[in-house]
């Protein structure tokens, strides 16, 4: 009975713990406090299952000879019904305390998976740009194409989305004729406007330098540069993809509009990328 004893603390500490692992996080955590429970936790859990296999399991039997000392036959039925009675309710004790233990164990690690937030889903492929989204400056200005001289930058975002991280391109003016406009594009660039995403598609840092003598956008992070005259392609640095250009248009006021989203996810590669074999 000691060792039933001693497992089932082992096992009760375990589950208390585990019990105030999930209220200390619920409540707003306390990072030394969590690393304790947590420790009796597994702790209590891994003594109580070892005693258990040291004490409980059943020994090979052992034959020693010695003089008869036999009971009577009521002496016997009893005590094997004593017996059997008393080791089947130790052993679900023990079975349903290592059961609690098991299941508070695992709740009081699964609740902190809660703070991983929503799954992402497809945010990750679209920003707020929609057909129609007019361009707007940082202040939330609407843009006219004659608004901005050749060679100028802009920040821009679409509207009644002024700051949206993931919605941030750049609109450069350049001369027509200089354009070598992608197939498909024509009609992307209405009188050399073109946006680019403002982030960068090596590690996600924004686009803000513009070289106007090489028509080239400049990330200052680790110098990837951008050809703005050729779809926005990579031309020197780590990064290996173009920046995703914005199609544009003008709208029926005069005002640069976009015609869809990105064509493809802004920011750092992760969408088209292949495991090696």
Not at 58 to 76: C, Q, W, Y
Not at 112 to 126: H, M, N, T, V
């Amino acid at each position: 009975m000691r060792g039933v004893r001693r497992i089932a603390v082992s096992l009760g500490v375990s589950m208390l713990a585990s019990v105030g692992l999930v209220i200390v996080y619920i409540s707003g955590g306390q990072n030394q406090l969590e690393g304790l429970l947590l420790g009796l936790a597994l702790g209590g859990m891994g003594f109580g299952i070892t005693l258990w296999a040291t004490e409980l399991l059943v020994e090979p039997e052992k034959v020693e000879e010695r003089a008869p000392l036999e009971s009577s036959e009521s002496d016997r039925k009893d005590a094997v019904e004593m017996s059997e009675e008393g080791q089947f309710t130790r052993r679900t004790l023990l079975t349903r305390m290592l059961g609690g233990a098991g299941a508070t164990l695992a709740a009081a690690l699964a609740i902190p998976a809660l703070s991983l937030g929503p799954r992402p889903g497809q945010d990750l492929f679209k920003t707020k740009w929609t057909p129609g989204a007019r361009v707007v400056d940082e202040n939330g200005r609407f843009i006219r194409p004659g608004d901005i001289s050749v060679e100028e930058i802009v920040t821009v975002f679409p509207e009644n989305y002024v700051g949206s991280s993931d919605s941030q391109a750049v609109l450069v003016k350049v001369d027509s004729d200089l354009l070598q406009v992608a197939e498909g594009r024509e009609d992307w660039v209405p009188q050399g406007c073109l946006a680019y995403s403002k982030i960068c598609t090596h590690a996600g840092c924004p686009v803000g330098l513009y070289r106007s003598e090489d028509h080239q956008l400049l990330c200052p992070c680790h110098q990837s540069t951008f050809d703005v005259l050729q779809a926005g392609q990579a031309v020197f640095g780590p990064a290996i993809r173009a920046l995703p250009q914005l199609p544009l248009e003008v709208d029926a006021d005069g005002y640069l509009v976009a015609q869809s989203d990105f064509p493809e996810p802004v920011g750092p590669s992760f969408w088209n990328r292949t495991r090696e074999a």
